[in-house]
């Protein structure tokens, strides 16, 4: 155990995702060694962030205006929904360049576990959005877990009967990868999710 404000930063810091004891340790004497205005700046950038950044009004996806970027741009497809659990989904699938349609980020996934219920996402939000015929098809882009898997059952239950083509991302066996090192599920998917090749 360190003194109480190098122990706080310690603690501080091992709460953050993905950051373990001996990682937040390293983290906190980096910072203790830096230079006291990179520091500043740094504190700064955080307070920043979290006063600054807000949620779309339209897709909830993180923005420092009302509308983000992406729902503001006019060339985006406005008949294809590709429905994510978080802001990240989004970065993630737009670094592929392969989809120009608009986003709807739902703001986690249904898990029981963590109290988590369709009614603390932003499903509501999801069905307003379709009120006006506009989109045709909504793509279903959840986490390949117990969470996400969920929650796309969920949703395919719910946007199946209102007439809207429902899709969701196939899933299996990453590019580069061996067969003898992949899980069973994983396997399990790449067989259902197979394409004809001619």
């Known amino acids: 155990m360190y003194e109480s404000v190098i122990q706080d930063l310690i603690d501080e810091l091992g709460r953050l995702p993905g950051i373990g004891p001996k990682s937040a340790q390293r983290i906190a004497f980096h910072l203790l060694d830096a230079d006291p205005e990179d520091v500043k700046r740094f504190a700064q950038t955080l307070v920043d962030a979290k006063t600054k950044v807000l949620f779309c009004s ?51 996934a249904i898990s029981p576990i963590a109290g988590i219920g369709p009614d603390q996402l932003r499903i509501k939000e999801l069905l307003g959005r379709l009120q006006d015929g506009m989109v045709t098809e909504v793509i279903i882009a ?35 990868g061996d067969l003898e090192y992949a899980d069973e599920v994983t396997l399990g998917r790449a067989f259902e999710g197979r394409t004809a090749v001619g």
């Open 58 to 108: 339209v897709c909830g996806n993180v923005t420092v205006d009302t509308t983000c970027r992406i729902c503001a741009d006019p060339r985006r497809d406005d008949t294809v929904l590709c429905v994510v659990e978080e802001s990240k989904d989004v970065i993630a699938i737009e670094r592929t360049r392969e989809f120009r349609g608009r986003y709807h980020v739902l703001g986690g």
């Open 142 to 176: 959840t986490d390949p877990n117990l969470e996400g898997e969920a929650t796309a059952t969920y949703l395919m239950r719910m946007l199946v009967p209102i007439g809207l083509k429902v899709t969701k991302l196939a899933s299996g066996l990453p590019v580069g």
